[in-house]
T-cell receptor, first 116, second 112 residues
Framework: AQTVTQSQPEMSVQEAETVTLSCTYD???????LFWYKQPPSRQMILVIR??????QNATENRFSVNFQKAAKSFSLKISDSQLGDAAMYFC?????????????FGEGTQLTVNP | DAGITQSPRHKVTETGTPVTLRCHQT?????MYWYRQDPGHGLRLIHY???????DKGEVSDGYSVSRSKTEDFLLTLESATSSQTSVYFC???????????FGPGTRLTVL
């Protein structure tokens, strides 16, 4: 079974600075997807970024980028120019690519605080 | 935003009572999921559906049942609620060809 681990329960960053959230996963599959979701106090789960395992290039979405190290099974999220609105719980998630409609496996989450 | 609604948004109930949560989508997506969120566990899959009347169990399915009689609706039932089922419940949807799952706003359930 796949597992996802986020070893940082809490992180903090100064506004306008850069922060990196860590995620590691364990799988024997070669075809899969990795995601970062953001959950602000509103509780809504918001998809931040997605990475396909077959792509070597790291995904980027505006101020959000990932460092995908397939051999190390590591998938970190970098937030540049942090803003107060980035404060939220961030979840790393894994999805098998071998079966259509596969479930997501989530990490425990990292609570990010942004200090003004 | 994906058209997903959940009802009710909040519910307080007593141990032993039946509870049904509803997820409604307007996207006509094939796959629907129920997750629960608890501190220290992230989100965990309860049940999922891959079509009308087609459902299967997830990793924490004990004490829960589901039904899907229409593409747009996916119901989660707690036959006899227990305090351990106090949680936030999320519905999610995905289409056949895409890997992303889109989430509803969640339902906070408290079982006293």
């Amino acid at each position: 079974a796949q597992t996802v681990t986020q070893s940082q329960p809490e992180m903090s960053v100064q506004e306008a600075e850069t922060v990196t959230l860590s995620c590691t996963y364990d799988t024997s599959e070669s075809d899969y997807y990795l995601f970062w979701y953001k959950q602000p106090p509103s509780r809504q789960m918001i998809l931040v970024i997605r990475q396909e395992a077959y792509k070597q290039q790291n995904a980027t979405e505006n101020r959000f980028s990932v460092n995908f190290q397939k051999a190390a099974k590591s998938f970190s999220l970098k937030i540049s120019d942090s803003q107060l609105g980035d404060a939220a719980m961030y979840f790393c998630a894994y999805r098998s690519g071998e079966t259509s409609g596969s479930r997501l496996t989530f990490g425990e989450g990292t609570q990010l605080t942004v200090n003004p | 935003d994906a058209g997903i609604t959940q009802s009710p948004r909040h519910k307080v109930t007593e141990t032993g009572t039946p509870v049904t949560l509803r997820c409604h989508q307007t996207e006509n997506h094939r796959y629907m999921y129920w997750y629960r969120q608890d501190p220290g566990h992230g989100l965990r899959l309860i049940h999922y559906s891959y079509g009308v009347k087609d459902t299967d169990k997830g990793e924490v399915s004990d004490g829960y049942s589901v039904s899907r009689s229409k593409t747009e609706d996916f119901l989660l039932t707690l036959e006899s609620a227990t305090s351990s089922q106090t949680s936030v419940y999320f519905c999610a949807i995905s289409e056949s060809g895409g890997p992303e799952q889109f989430f509803g706003p969640g339902t906070r359930l408290t079982v006293l």
